[in-house]
């Protein structure tokens, strides 16, 4: 089992940044592919960024494309998201995930490990 704890949310202004960690323990590997997800009220869960195990390839939803960075420190088990230029559609719960598979996919479905999230507010 892979545990994951999601850390730094909080509020902030349009055009500000926040960066979120996810700190993995039990079971982990730095061969797991990792996301971030996110949801917002009233709306399905979907896909943020996600980066392979090495950490040398990443993929991003078009929405958050060009301001936010996904990364990762395997050897402190930690992954991390730079949220940069906030926009009030940015708001929601963000979510950290794991999966033993190598597709940086895009589903939440291939995850099989997940955080309890943690709130982002992006005032105007």
């Known amino acids: 089992q892979v545990q994951l704890a999601e850390s730094g949310g909080g509020l902030v202004q349009a055009g500000g940044s926040l960066r979120l960690s996810c700190a993995a323990s039990g079971r982990t590997s730095s061969t797991y592919v990792m996301a971030w997800f996110r949801q917002s009220p009233g709306k399905e869960r979907e896909f943020a960024a996600a980066i392979s195990g090495s950490g040398d390839v990443a993929n991003y939803a078009g929405s958050v494309k060009g301001r936010f960075t996904i990364s990762r420190d395997n050897a402190k088990n930690t992954l991390y998201l730079q949220m940069n230029s906030l926009k009030p559609e940015d708001t929601g719960v963000y979510y950290c995930?794991?999966?033993?598979?190598?597709?940086?996919?895009?589903?939440?479905?291939?995850?099989?490990?997940w955080g309890q999230g943690t709130q982002v507010t992006v005032s105007s």
């Open positions: 995930a794991a999966t033993p598979t190598a597709t940086l996919g895009i589903g939440s479905r291939q995850y099989s490990y």
